[in-house]
């Protein structure tokens, strides 16, 4: 992993202690403090504004430290170790991949005062909005919305009208937070502390300026806008997964060393089962990081020569996404069975683990739908709509 110190420390960030930040999450996350209360606390996200989490990806010319994908996800997780939750919400860091696909004349006010915006989206499912002279009138609720109980301004995912017909694609609709309610229903398994809750508006004027198509290519020249923006969001989640994953086994090696069987059996680290399956699983697990990584800078190198990456390469991307965030949740729960039967408690750290990793391999964009889709670009065939 690069030094990321270095990597988000320049003249455009605010100076902070990236390990201290990290050590302070991690031991934040095990009081239960996010979990509890279904959201993670303001101040740390506003040291992650510090820390350059929300201007990594925008461009320079904005204030923005224009950081590539890899270093991103890096970045993502190295706080994913320190708590999920946390690491799930700054993943959202990835917003310029949308908000790129504002005009011009937009983003230069969005980030006129500072680069660091904060941004939240429900986007499913697009809830009709009525166009009018001045704009289209926003209302509705969307679901998932991670990170809005710190955003700075939020996108809804609306479906333009004029008498009670759709006029052309789904848009997202960008607004202040405050014109959006958060209605606190997110109450889950696992990663409890992104507080996804829903997002509830009424009747809130947008200007069309403040409205872009979803998926539609960001016409901004800088070459972090020709990387393949769903590809990303989902490379920023599974990341997530493959944190907590490194976690869960940085942790059972601090464990196994000291801790004996009450039936006065070796210490875990001593058995010749415990050697075996924890190689096993880290061994997956590095190949799979490899490989996530890998696919990654294969399509960036193309970007920055200029070139379009291929339908495989980008394929491989998603698969490699599917690939690692399940074989995170593997790695996490090997870690929980070989650790004993404290792991099995709600609030040991193992549990936690588990039940974060489990989480991101529900997400849409790690479904089997990938591996189906994967196959048919293989085999040379097209894939289902929005896989690439």
Not at 9 to 34: K, M, P, V, W, Y
Not at 254 to 265: E, M, Q, V, Y
Not at 312 to 326: E, F, V
């Amino acid at each position: 992993m690069n030094d990321l110190s270095k990597v988000f420390s320049s003249d455009n960030a605010i100076s902070i202690d990236f390990e201290a930040l990290c050590q302070e999450i991690r031991e934040r996350a095990i009081t239960g403090e996010f979990d509890q209360q279904a959201y993670v606390s303001q101040d740390i996200i506003d040291k992650l504004k510090q820390l350059g989490v929300y201007r990594a990806l925008v461009p320079k010319r904005f204030g923005g430290l224009e950081v590539s994908p890899r270093e991103f996800c890096e970045l993502i997780e190295k706080l994913s170790m320190a708590d999920g939750s946390v690491g799930w919400v700054a993943s959202f860091g990835m917003s310029p991949a949308y908000l790129g696909s504002l005009p011009e004349e937009t983003l230069n006010l969005l980030y006129k005062d500072s680069p660091d915006i904060v941004f939240a989206g429900g986007i499913f499912p697009p809830q009709p909005a009525e166009i009018t002279d001045e704009g289209v009138v926003v209302k509705g609720r969307w679901k998932f919305s991670s990170g809005c109980m710190g955003a700075d301004i939020v996108g809804v995912g609306i479906s333009p009208r004029k008498d009670n017909e759709a006029q052309g694609l789904p848009r997202m609709a960008v607004m202040p937070a405050k014109k959006a309610k958060v209605e606190m229903t997110w109450d889950t398994v696992g990663l409890k502390g992104t507080g996804s809750h829903d997002l509830v508006v009424e009747d809130v004027l947008v200007a069309k300026e403040w409205t872009f198509v979803r998926g539609e290519p960001s016409k901004l020249p800088e070459p972090f806008f020709k990387y393949p923006s769903l590809s990303l969001a989902t490379q920023v989640l599974t990341v997530v997964g493959i944190g907590v994953a490194a976690a869960a086994l940085e942790e059972f090696m601090k464990l196994a060393p000291g801790k004996a069987s009450i039936t006065g059996g070796s210490e875990i680290a001593n058995r010749p089962v415990t050697q075996y399956e924890f190689a096993q699983v880290e061994a997956e697990f590095k190949a799979a990081r490899t490989w996530f990584y890998e696919t990654m800078d294969v399509v960036w190198n193309e970007v920055l020569a200029g070139q379009k990456p291929t339908d495989q390469q980008i394929s491989d991307m998603r698969l490699s996404c599917t690939h690692a965030a399940r074989v995170a949740a593997r790695v996490a729960r090997k870690m929980q069975m070989l650790a004993g039967m404290t792991a099995i408690y709600t609030n040991n750290v193992f549990s936690r683990f588990v039940n974060d990793t489990n989480v991101v391999t529900q997400h849409a964009f790690m479904g089997d739908a990938t591996l189906q889709n994967a196959g048919s670009v293989s085999f040379g065939l097209k894939p289902t709509p929005g896989y690439l």
